[in-house]
């Protein structure tokens, strides 16, 4: 079945070191996201890519890198430079063109502070 | 800017109708979205709507949209407790690259 494959579901950071959640999608689609989700609030944009090799930041990406080596492959690298990367991350693929541009997400992954 | 607003929660029974509402604030955006979340899990798109509808149903889901206010609802009808979630309301940014504009959610609890 085509869909998003996050993991791991759930992560641990310990203090001054970078993790990386991955992100895989099987849907040929061209466009795909990082969303970060805090308790009470809206999904908000840390980064997106629209086409492979070239990304761009989102709203909230001090603290965040990203690669596109791959159409499939989009993962997300959280810094020991974000303080406070306690969040459910959301990731997220759209096709470029399409009559209602939707996008797809999985399943998250929640990051904790040890 | 943009901003998407919506009320935190919802409180109905069982077999009653739920109606969520959202308020948008880019009048150019062509797609607006209803999206389901339940506990620990992703994002599932439920419907969408294009700017020229007013409404559009789909099963137990009716979406109605006013532009002129840009007032956007979700009705739900004979509401279950399968339909407890958090339900996001979204439109896509009219600046390009298909960004969603995301509010905060309304969280739906179903009581018998």
């Known amino acids: 079945d085509g869909g998003i494959t996050q993991s791991p579901k759930y992560l641990f950071r310990k203090e001054g070191q970078n993790v990386t959640l991955s992100c895989e999608q099987n849907?040929?689609?061209?466009?795909m996201y990082w969303y970060r989700q805090d308790p009470g609030q809206g999904l908000r944009l840390i980064y997106y890519s629209q086409i492979v090799n070239d990304f761009q930041k989102g709203d909230i990406a001090e603290g965040y890198s990203v690669s596109r080596e791959k159409k499939e492959s989009f993962p997300l690298t959280v810094t020991s430079a974000q303080k406070n990367p306690t969040a459910f991350y959301l990731c997220a693929s759209s096709p470029t063109y399409a009559s209602a541009p939707s996008q797809h997400f999985g399943d998250g992954t929640r990051l904790s502070i040890l | 800017g943009e901003d998407v607003e919506q009320s935190l929660f919802l409180s109905v029974r069982e077999g009653d109708s739920s109606v969520i509402n959202c308020t948008y604030t880019d009048s150019s955006s062509t797609y607006l979205y209803w999206y389901k979340q339940e506990p620990g899990a992703g994002l599932q798109l439920l419907t969408y709507i294009f700017s020229n509808m007013d409404m559009k149903q789909d099963q137990r889901l009716t979406v109605l949209l006013n532009k002129k206010d840009k007032h956007l609802s979700l009705r739900i009808a004979d509401t279950q407790t399968g339909d407890s979630a958090i339900y996001f309301c979204a439109e896509i940014f009219s600046g390009g690259y298909n960004k969603l504009i995301f509010g905060a959610g309304t969280r739906l609890a179903v009581h018998p």
């Open positions: 849907l040929n689609h061209d466009a």
